[in-house]
Structure formats: structure tokens, C-alpha cells
């Protein structure tokens, strides 16, 4: 079983800069899939970015060059840096994780808000 908890939202200002962390409890988690997840209002959840075990990336184009995810297998952690942030990256950003040989995350934390004023 993996629990996550996210921390590090806030307000911040156009062009300005976030870092989100992503702390799980459990010892597989370090075997996962880690991901950030947003959703704004009245749009659908999206994944925004990926890590696997091994630290390959993957990022939506509407992040690229912004924001980097990275993980601490040894701490259960997985943070996402958000530089250059923009006010349509205003959103509920979740973490995520699934075993590697799943499609579907199965694992989420409770979220957190990140706005981003104009």
C-alpha cells in the first residue's frame, strides 16, 4: 500500500517559481511510476509529467522547458520544480504512482492548490 501526501502550493505571480513535494509512505513506492496530475476548474484532469523507477521523464508540451520532476528513492520523495509559471498553469496539482507494469495510477494524494496571478 502507498500513501502520498503533497505539500508546497501557494500564490505566486506570473514568471514566478514553485516546488512542489510529493512524501510516500511505503516500501514499493521507490519501484513506481510517480507522476503530477493538474486539474483546473471545469477542465479535466491531465498529467503534466512523469518519472519511473529508473528517473526517465516524460512532460506534457505545455510544461516543457518549465517545470522538472525528480525523485529521492532513498527519502519516498518526488518533487516538481515549476519555473516561468503562467496563469493557465492555475490548477489542483496531484501526485500519483502506479506499479510499472500498470497503466492506470492507482495511488493519490489529496492535492494542492496552485494559482498563478497575472
Known amino acids: 500500500q502507498v500513501q502520498l501526501a503533497e505539500s ?6 506570473a514568471g514566478g517559481s514553485l516546488r512542489l513535494s510529493c512524501e510516500a509512505s511505503g516500501r514499493t513506492f521507490s519501484s513506481y511510476v510517480s507522476g503530477w496530475f493538474r486539474q483546473a ?3 479535466d484532469r491531465e498529467l503534466v509529467t512523469a518519472i519511473s523507477r529508473g528517473g526517465i ?3 506534457a508540451d505545455s510544461v516543457k522547458g518549465r517545470f522538472t520532476i525528480s525523485r529521492d528513492n532513498a527519502r519516498n520523495t ?7 509559471l503562467k ?3 492555475t490548477a489542483v496539482y496531484y501526485c500519483a504512482a502506479r506499479p510499472p507494469d500498470v497503466t492506470q495510477y492507482g495511488y493519490w494524494g489529496q492535492g494542492t492548490q496552485v494559482t498563478v496571478s497575472s
Open 8 to 13: 508546497g502550493g501557494g500564490l505566486v505571480q
Open 41 to 43: 476548474p471545469g477542465k
Open 57 to 59: 521523464t516524460s512532460y
Open 78 to 84: 518526488v518533487h516538481l520544480q515549476m519555473n516561468s
Open 87 to 89: 496563469p493557465e498553469d
